[in-house]
């Protein structure tokens, strides 16, 4: 009884977690009304918002009120991940109404576009070039609003102890600072800075105001919707790429690294093993993409080096804005960015993948080994790593865990490609759709479409799911909400 007792205590706590979530989710669905005001004639589908904003409301005050405790609760890591998990899959079932509504989809192609925004992955099955303009703003908030993630909006928000374990869930276990809420806000704070100055950046570039504010929201959120069907490559302007090139990159910082670098810290961020790896990654397989695919594609020498720069950097950071079309390019290439949007992005970034610092453990480990065999029985090897601003000496279970993931990621990237290469889809297509698909990227070879199989639709919809919110977090959440169900029905 005391067990039951307890855990009724624990999960109400949750759910009220949840409802101010959904309330604040709920504010931000009427967001996209302000358009109405130089365009009033997307008043007709206002409806498309406010009903579902009211409903989300409803009902997030309801699970507020109705099991909001006195009791200061902390929230555990795997609570944490009950709370996200609820959290991300109400909002997006509701954030998937606009899109029936406005557009007409059917529920299974609009949750596959909410899921694509949330997640800030970027593949899309909207007509840009006939949906209005609430709708291209919608797509864009919920990409800027899923970089940052509920758990930091929820946190920077509320007064009260709720700890680092919705956080952790959401894959930010770093802090910027060791109070809760004012990291979450110092996060916002840096985000909405990048946002902010993009705009302003993509205005000067030549984009109209509307253009740069959505591409500044999904460019920073590493998420890639864009207002044009040609993405970036509408505008074919070194100016507006250059713009683009700095906001990926800084999306792909962890928000540790970002906040070192608006510190001054430049030394301590060049000394992380994701801005090493990345030091030698990104000029490698710019190279590489330029010798082996752009340069026989593209004729002019800036032409060929801009496009080669820009795939591998839009590849690398998951964000999925491109300049040119995949379907003349060579495999080679194709498979230079397959890998990239295997290997994602920074930790506790806006990005996704499997991350650049586990892929620099898993490299650091096989040196470790290599050197250990050839090192004397007595000899000690010191394992450790720069994470953010601390180093953290590793031990065999840390390095399993990191191994397994990239095990279990790599696991479910075949198995999804199985799939797409079931519903009668070339293998190197599949290959490179679904690893945009898990990576959160949104980089597409035309395999992502309204027409799609729904064996394909729904094998990426909950490919990007678990590329956004991990894989360990999702399976540990649904076993304790198994077991917990098993231990309250008991009499």
């Known amino acids: 009884m005391r067990e039951k007792e307890y855990l009724k205590q624990r999960y109400a706590s949750i759910i009220s977690a949840v409802g101010m979530i959904l309330l604040l989710s709920s504010a931000m669905m009427l967001t996209p009304l302000l358009i109405l005001i130089s365009h009033p004639e997307e008043a007709i589908h206002a409806w498309a918002f406010v009903v579902p904003a009211a409903s989300l409301f409803l009902l997030g005050i309801v699970l507020w009120k109705a099991f909001r405790s006195p009791l200061n609760i902390t929230l555990t890591i795997q609570e944490g991940g009950i709370t996200v998990l609820l959290s991300w899959i109400v909002v997006i079932l509701f954030s998937a109404w606009p899109f029936i509504s406005a557009l007409g989809l059917p529920y299974s192609r609009a949750l596959f576009e909410s899921v694509s925004g949330w997640t800030t992955t970027g593949l899309s099955i909207v007509d840009v070039t006939s949906a209005g303009k609430m709708i291209l703003i919608w797509r864009s908030i919920i990409q800027l609003a899923g970089g940052a993630g509920l758990a930091i909006i929820m946190m920077s928000a509320i007064v009260g102890p709720v700890g680092v374990g ?204 290599i050197q250990r065999a050839i090192m004397p029985r007595t000899a000690i090897l010191e394992r450790s790593l720069l994470e953010g601003n601390r180093r953290v000496f590793l031990d065999d279970a840390r390095i399993r865990q990191v191994l397994t993931f990239i095990l279990m990621y790599l696991m479910t990237f075949l198995f999804g490609v199985l799939i797409l290469c079931a519903c009668g889809y070339p293998l190197v297509d599949s290959l490179f759709e679904f690893a945009s698909a898990l990576g959160t990227v949104g980089l597409s070879v035309g395999v992502t479409n309204a027409g799609m199989p729904d064996a394909a639709l729904w094998s990426e919809t909950i490919a990007m799911f678990l590329g956004r919110l991990e894989f360990i977090v999702v399976i540990v959440s649904v076993i304790k909400i198994s077991r917990d169900v098993r231990i309250l029905k008991k009499s």
Request: charged residues 10%; glycine residues 8%.
């Open 166 to 369: 919705i956080s952790s869930a959401e894959g930010r276990s770093d802090q910027l600072v060791p109070q809760v809420k004012q990291s979450a806000r110092l996060v916002l704070i840096i985000y909405a800075g990048y946002a902010l100055a993009g705009t302003f950046a993509y205005w000067m570039a030549g984009m109209t105001f509307f253009d740069a504010v959505n591409h500044a929201f999904t460019a920073v959120s590493t998420g890639g919707f864009s207002t044009r069907a040609e993405s970036i490559g509408y505008w074919n302007s070194t100016a507006i790429e250059a713009v683009t090139l700095p906001l990926m990159f800084l999306g792909n910082l962890s928000f540790v690294s970002a906040w070192l670098l608006w510190r001054g810290k430049l030394r301590m961020v060049i000394r992380n093993g994701e801005a090493r790896l990345l030091a030698v990654l990104i000029p490698l397989s710019a190279a590489a993409v330029f010798l082996l695919t752009s340069r026989a594609l593209y004729p002019q020498l800036g032409k060929s080096i801009r496009v080669a720069v820009f795939e591998t950097m839009t590849a690398i950071t998951t964000t999925g804005f491109s300049t040119v079309s995949y379907a003349n390019w060579n495999s080679a290439g194709l498979f230079l960015l397959i890998l990239l949007m295997l290997i994602g992005g920074g930790t506790c970034s806006t990005a996704g993948g499997i991350k650049q610092y586990r892929v620099y453990l898993f490299w650091r480990t096989l040196r470790w080994d």
